[in-house]
């Protein structure tokens, strides 16, 4: 019986050696037989094992490549400076926009006395030179998380930028004397919503960051802008509060002007592929300017400074893949 | 032989039974298995060269004796092809090229044809020629130049015995005429190990002549010797290029660009290719899908499934821009069997010849109908479908083993490239096309 069964195999392995050459019967991958006269070298084989399957005639190449995770960051400007600030601007009743307006932006804006900041590197979309911004540039291949506290409003500090730590006791809750400063912004490429570590997943396309300046999506290549209107700095478009505390005057939750949208921390994701100028994701960016409501003599004397904190990180870095060797 | 067994069985015990149903496999078996075996195989013989091709339907080798001066004497010089000639059985000389000039030839088929002395003078006997070949070949043919006398083809299996129908007779005697005269012989199966050609010659001394004398050579498979299958651009740099000024990258480097047999491609250099070494005997059909550009994968090799929302589509991926050339060493034919140009260079394939690779910025090809960074329409050349001409193989005539090379480049531009990893495969099949 064994024998028997044994014959049976045989006949099977020739049947189907014979199928193999049949037109459209695979080619394999050449093998050292001695019954092959003159002797055919045995296969030489370098590779991968990753892919094809010459028993079956696939000889499938792979080409594979890695890129790291890499981001940079331009600090075009980090320092919005509204200079020196006229003591008699604006009253409770009837406060004043004290724009961040530069030195070039003087002559427009600067009343007796008053003195702006740096005049900016250029124009970022119809900023004109004449106001004060703070910006990034964000070169990535990779997803960024984007952390940013907003600052708050500007506190009273030393003449050598230290916590000045009287209380104003005007306000109901005796915190420190402060003004009330109020953000806009402007973006440029694609951001998307931050709703934790995994979400939006790495695979998933996540939600378009609507800019809260101008309430549009952001997207590659293109420009919010300064305001959900005009696109303009100087007018009462778009501001938002960089704080989600009281009222800077009354320290409660309301005071005389009409609290804008709270914004004390921004919470983001920048999206990947977004680099240099030009092509299909170029550099994102995101420029800030201030501006300050003044109530005149009310805004006691002395240095003011807001401080936003921003932190990058790696939202996504994958390792090498090693394919395996033949 | 299920009749048979059935009486074997009848009023035996159940168990007797079923050892004797056994019996009747095993003489099945046996049976079936001596169908296969040499002595038994039929062998057709043909004087229509067409017929005798579209029979056999293989692929065979062919010698028209134009390598070897007149006069050389044939013997071992087909070795390599596994045939050797000699002298026929019953002695004499063995054959040799000879020019044409000096034969009674009907009409050449070119210069030199491989004579045979008919027998010596005052002897009758059939010299001839004999060829033995190391393995059974499947078929023999060829043409007989002096048509005038009758030929004799004897076929022995390993054995030694006589194939079947042996010896096959082609022409008549007196016969005459102008046109050279097709023999062959084809055998159900790869038995042929002994070819004895004579004449029963009418003037002892004379040579007759073959020419084109063909026989399915030593290789019955084919087959791929030598391959490397992977093309790696390790880690790339991430800021290398912008989308104004791409840099270009060529796969260089580990694992395959020291190993010797892609370094001797004529070219290569340091660069990493993947390559395919094909034994081809009998024509083969190549297909390559090159399977679009790399595109983003996760750190297993797995498809990556985000969307690069920068393009448009339902489904778009990140993709790497990436370019390809290939070089091709022998004869490869379209579909159509006509001459194959290489895309890269658009030379003609042919026998034992590289084509080249082109110049630095020439010759590149995109592996996609869309652009990587766009998702428009480009020019793309995205497969090949190509026939690697038979006969070509190590120790064959057309000068050895066919081969396809690959080399591939990436346009980088900076950051807008996401991070991650990247895999191509192309995907190559090769089967048998006759």
Not at chain 1, 113 to 120: A, I, K, M, V
């Amino acid at each position: 019986m064994k024998k028997t069964l044994l014959l049976v195999v045989v006949m099977m392995l020739v049947a189907g050696a014979a199928m193999a050459q049949a037109i459209g019967g695979a080619v394999p991958l050449q093998e050292a037989d001695a019954a092959n006269v003159p002797p055919i070298p045995a296969a030489q084989v370098q590779g991968t094992s990753v892919v094809g399957d010459p028993a079956t005639g696939k000889y499938d190449i792979l080409i594979n490549g890695w890129i790291e995770a890499y981001a940079r960051v331009s600090t075009y400007d980090n320092w919005i400076d509204f200079g020196i600030m006229s003591p008699t601007s604006g009253s409770y009743a009837a406060p004043v926009s004290r724009w961040a307006f530069s030195e070039a932006g003087e002559a427009t804006y600067a009343l007796t006395g008053e003195d702006g900041g740096q005049t900016p590197l250029y124009e970022v979309n119809s900023s004109t030179l004449n106001f004060d911004l703070a910006g990034l540039q964000i070169q990535t291949n990779a997803r960024l998380d984007l952390q940013m506290t907003m600052g708050g409003y500007l506190t009273r500090c030393t003449s050598t930028g230290a916590d000045f730590v009287g209380s104003d006791t005007r306000r109901a809750d005796g915190y420190f004397y402060q003004l009330r400063n109020q953000a806009k912004m402007v973006m440029h490429g694609k951001f998307l919503a931050n709703a934790g570590p995994a979400d939006p997943a790495q695979d998933a396309e996540g939600t378009p960051y609507v800019s809260p300046t101008s309430l549009t999506a952001t997207d590659y290549n293109d420009w919010t802008n300064w305001g959900a209107g005009v696109n303009a700095i100087n007018n009462e478009d778009g501001w938002f509060e960089p704080d989600e505390s009281n009222d800077p005057w009354t320290g409660t939750a309301a005071g005389p002007v009409a609290m804008a949208a709270q914004l004390p921390l921004l919470n983001l994701v920048v999206e990947r592929g977004q680099a240099q100028t030009g092509g299909t994701g170029e550099a994102a960016e995101i420029w800030w300017t201030q501006r300050i409501l003044r109530r005149g003599l009310q805004d006691v004397a002395g240095n003011y400074r807001s401080d936003m904190m921003i932190t990058l990180t790696y939202r996504e870095a994958d390792t090498q893949w090693q394919p395996t060797v033949k | 032989m299920a009749i048979f067994a059935a009486r074997q069985s009848k009023g035996l015990p159940h168990t007797a039974r079923r050892c004797a149903r056994a019996a009747g496999w095993l003489s099945v078996a046996i049976v079936m298995l001596v169908t296969l075996t040499p002595g038994s195989a039929a062998v057709t013989s043909y004087t229509d060269a067409s017929t005798y091709h579209n029979a056999l339907a293989w692929y065979e080798v062919s010698t028209n004796f134009e390598s070897y001066p007149a006069g050389t004497v044939i013997e071992e010089q087909y070795a390599s092809l596994g045939a050797h000639f000699s002298a026929g059985p019953y002695g004499g000389a063995s054959p040799q090229v000879r020019d044409l000039a000096g034969l009674d030839s009907s009409q050449p088929l070119d210069a030199h044809a491989l004579g045979a002395i008919q027998g010596l003078g005052g002897d009758p006997r059939p010299y001839g020629m004999r060829v033995t070949f190391d393995g059974g070949v499947k078929s023999i043919g060829g043409y007989q130049l002096d048509v005038s006398v009758t030929l004799y083809v004897a076929l022995y299996d390993g054995a030694g015995a006589l194939l079947p129908g042996s010896p096959f007779v082609f022409g008549g005697g007196g016969e005459s005429g102008t046109t050279a005269r097709f023999f062959g012989c084809i055998s159900d199966v790869r038995n042929i190990k002994t070819v004895d050609f004579y004449t029963l010659a009418a003037f002892p001394g004379d040579f007759f002549a073959l020419d084109n004398l063909q026989f399915t050579g030593p290789r019955t498979e084919a087959a791929v010797s030598v391959w490397d299958n992977w093309i790696s651009f390790g880690a790339l740099n991430p800021i290398a290029g912008t989308t104004t000024t791409p840099a270009t990258v060529i796969a260089s480097g580990s694992p395959a660009s020291d190993w010797p047999p892609t370094a001797t491609i004529p070219g290569v250099g340091g660069y990493d290719v993947g390559y395919l070494e094909i034994a081809a005997p009998a024509r083969l059909k190549l297909s390559v899908k090159m399977g679009g550009h790399l595109t983003h994968c996760a750190p297993d090799g797995t498809p990556f499934t985000g969307k690069d929302t920068r393009k448009p589509g339902t489904d778009p991926r990140y993709e790497l821009k990436t370019q390809w050339k290939v070089a091709l060493r022998g004869k490869f034919l379209t579909p159509g069997e006509t001459v194959f140009e290489s895309p890269t260079t658009g030379e003609e394939t042919d026998f034992d010849q590289w084509t080249g690779w082109g110049g630095a910025e020439a010759g590149w090809l995109s592996p996609s109908a869309k652009d990587a960074w766009t998702g428009a329409d480009i020019a793309g050349t995205t497969d090949l479908e190509m026939l690697v001409e038979r006969d070509q193989f190590t120790g064959s005539e057309t000068g050895g083993a066919a081969a396809i090379c690959f080399i591939e480049r990436i346009l980088q531009r900076g950051q807008q490239d996401v991070a991650g990893n990247y895999r191509q495969v192309v995907d190559i099949t090769l089967t048998y096309a006759e």
